[in-house]
């Protein structure tokens, strides 16, 4: 049943998705046309070509920059908007009913969120891509094959370093995941509160949000201030770990509580809309 709540989750998520990721690469494709194809100053199609460059090169680069700005706005509200129509709104009352587990229906939309924002973002470096042109696809199939070389350098010149090196980076990556989650779950949390509210719902998750940020921003800066450790006394590796933990711990911890939070609101199935 996860599986099929997945599913259904992400046709949804992108059949609104993907025709905002087609006008992208439209949009990358007209502006990477005006920028690389040019015409000598003899041929027949210059002064026609120019004409159009003159006067339309500015506004493509802006539809270009709006419609960037709508993908990344657009992923944001659609990852907003399936969990508030699909879980308290009237869809929530069917949704609520099926045979998972609270926690299941809420991380099945969390877990897709997280791969359809990784999609927009591989889409815009795809449309970034294609405005630099065929160069820049040639440095980019030839970057695997540098950083292999890189890579087998560094080994040889100190395989410790880069062993502690691979580890932190894949440190940061989970921490940059757990962030995405924590966010969700966050916003997910805060329209639960607000869905508790008898008027102006929305409105109080937007208070909610707000709260939760100042709070935890809060307890960051006293956690902050607070350390009991010097990392005087830890080697170079360990404070390096030291660091990327504590960035994957800060953002998987208020995941998990937002989580758990949202788990309980939602059992009592108060307040649907």
Known sequence: ????????????????????????????????IMIHIGFDINHPAYRF???????????????????????????????????YKGILGREGYLMLTLPVKTWELVFSKA????FVSVCSIIVAILSICILGGSAFFRVMADLPELLKEL??????????????????????????AAGFFASAYQAYLSMSLG???????VAMSVVWYIGI???????????????????????QYTILHILGMGMLLSQAIPAVLYGIGTDYILKRKLNLE
């Open 49 to 83: 070509w120019d004409w159009i460059t003159t006067y339309f090169g500015g506004l493509m680069a802006f539809l270009y920059a709006t419609v960037m700005m709508v993908l990344i706005v657009f992923t944001c509200i659609m990852i907003i908007q399936r969990f």
């Open 111 to 114: 877990l897709v969120s997280f």
């Open 195 to 201: 869905q508790l509210a008898r008027s102006h719902k």
């Open 213 to 235: 940020s100042n709070g935890v921003g809060m307890l960051s800066i006293i956690a902050m201030v607070n350390w009991p450790f010097r990392l005087e006394q830890f080697s």
């Open 1 to 32: 049943m996860f599986r099929k709540l997945i599913k259904y989750e992400w046709v949804a998520m992108m059949r609104s998705m993907i025709p905002v990721y087609i006008a992208m690469i439209a949009v990358s494709l007209l502006n990477g």
């Open 151 to 176: 890579i087998r350098m560094a080994v040889e010149y100190d395989s410790v370093a880069v062993l502690h090196m691979a580890l932190f980076c894949v440190e940061l990556v989970l921490a940059g």
